[in-house]
């Protein structure tokens, strides 16, 4: 059976509540500036375990169910409800445990794993946050193996924090005591603002939505930083330097170049501008340095604006101004960040324009060297781990595969951009000609 064809029926729903009541004094958690100002979306997350005859479906559930109410009491704003973008109730009201039956082989998802069809493995649509903060559904597949889907609003966590619970609750279900202690305190240093003006869902698309997985292997990702650094010697000046690029800057000024050759034809772009973000942690940049530990949004995007000929040199230009822009994410734009009014008017601007079809902008989010594949809950390390599709055009999702020296990217563009991208001769030519999990992340 295909992922197309697979049937999920949900057998129950309940509340998670946490395992402790949180105490009065912690009962009013502030959303900070970053939280205020992020897109009311879930983070989705798939994770899949083969069959194990050691630990039972039943026990497996019990640990999940107990472990989940362990995490949501030392997380304990995961199990408000957020209100008026302006603060969580931590009424310890709990979080969505949804659980299905999927007609449906772990190998057969492996085989050929489906964006679109992951989707079906989510407790709830990706825009539908309402005031929830986690969300989790246990699929029970066929063969006796087991899909756990795990959603955090983004109005609370970034990627960080979303892996930081993750683990905790897996460390909660294995019995590992060295459990993380998140610290609570952003919004001293984003203090909250006034909005007004401002909306958070510019940009959220639910349909006309196409999502593709491309892999990437090593020796390819290898050859395309090669690529550029030769180049970038060759342009370097005594007094300019260039080191070679990241995995990251390499891949994604490649696959940006790609999209604008195959779907932005040069005579078609008159006056648009163009924008490439790329998300960035904020607590290594700023003054003093933060610890993991500090849980919320906590990372903001760096704006590259390509100059005009960018996209024509197979993206050879415009990977040094992704270096230069993720390198002014610093102490000081940290400083201005947290006065607010600036940064909020400059968005203002950006969605306006946005509105208007002005601006054209293509994101980047890179979970590679996240903990991803650490989430052992008691019975073994994940067989994969896979996204969904998501909600937004123009965003391309970076995961490690398996072995984490390839990159699965998860590109999500409008379908008639789609249709286009996937025939580009140059990323054909690179991109890793197999689809299945067990041949490129293994």
């Known amino acids: 059976m295909t992922m197309a064809e697979m049937e999920v029926e949900v057998v129950s729903r309940d509340t998670i509540k946490p395992a402790s009541p949180t105490p009065d004094h912690l009962r009013h958690y502030k959303l900070s500036f970053l939280d205020q100002i992020q897109v009311p979306v879930f983070m ?17 559930c019990s640990r999940i169910k107990r472990s ?9 704003p995961l199990a408000g409800r957020v209100r008026d973008n302006l603060y969580v109730d931590c009424n310890d009201e709990g979080a969505l445990y949804v659980e299905a039956r999927v007609r449906c082989k772990l ?3 492996l085989e050929n794993p489906v964006p679109r069809a992951l989707n079906r493995f989510l407790p709830r649509e990706l825009d539908d946050v309402q005031d929830l903060a986690v969300a989790v559904q246990v699929n ?10 795990l959603l955090i609003s983004h109005k609370v966590a970034d990627a960080l924090s979303f892996f930081t619970f993750l683990n905790a609750w897996a460390a ?23 909005l007004s003006g401002f909306q958070t869902s510019t940009g959220i698309v639910r349909d006309n939505i196409s999502t593709r997985r491309f892999i990437f292997d090593a020796a390819t990702i290898a050859s395309i930083r090669e690529q550029f650094a030769d180049l970038n010697t060759v342009a370097a000046t005594t007094d300019h330097p260039r080191r070679r690029p990241t995995r990251i800057e390499a891949l994604s000024s490649f696959l940006w170049s790609r999209y604008m050759a195959s779907t932005q034809p040069i005579d078609a772009r ?3 501008i163009y924008t490439v973000l790329h998300a960035v942690n904020l607590r290594t940049r700023t003054e003093p ?12 995007l760096a ?3 390509p100059t005009v000929d960018a996209g024509t040199d197979g993206g050879y230009k415009i990977v040094d101004q992704v270096r230069d822009a993720i390198k002014q994410v610093n102490g000081e734009y940290v400083r201005k960040l947290r006065e607010g009014e600036g940064h909020l008017n400059s968005l203002k601007e950006q969605a306006a324009r946005f509105s208007r079809g002005e601006l054209v902008s293509f994101s980047f989010t890179s979970l590679c060297r996240f903990p991803i594949y650490e989430a052992d809950f008691g019975w073994g390390k994940p067989a994969w781990v896979g996204s969904a599709s998501l909600t937004f055009k123009n965003l391309i999702v970076f995961m490690d595969t398996k072995t984490g020296d390839g990159i699965e990217a998860w590109v999500n563009l409008k379908e008639e951009d789609m249709a286009k991208f996937e025939q580009d001769e140059e990323l054909l030519a690179i991109v890793s000609p197999s689809v299945s999990v067990n041949s490129c992340a293994f």
């Not at 989705?44 to 497996?60: G, T």
């Not at 989940?68 to 304990?76: I, R, T, V």
């Not at 029970?140 to 889907?149: K, Q």
């Not at 340095?289 to 903001?300: A, K, L, Q, T, W």
Request: hydrophobic share 40%; proline share 9%.
């Open 140 to 149: 029970f597949l066929e063969c006796g193996g087991l899909a756990l889907s």
């Open 303 to 305: 704006i590259t604006v």
């Open 270 to 272: 008159g006056d648009k």
């Open 107 to 109: 190998s057969d998802i």
């Open 172 to 194: 909660s279900a294995r019995g590992d005591p060295n459990i993380i202690d998140p610290c609570f305190n952003s919004s001293e240093l984003f203090p909250p603002i006034n």
């Open 44 to 60: 989705p997350l798939v994770i899949f375990f083969p069959r194990d005859d050691v630990v039972s479906l039943d026990e497996k």
């Open 68 to 76: 989940l109410a362990d995490a949501l009491a030392k997380f304990y």
């Open 289 to 300: 340095p933060m610890s993991e530990r500090h849980f919320g949004n906590i990372s903001r």
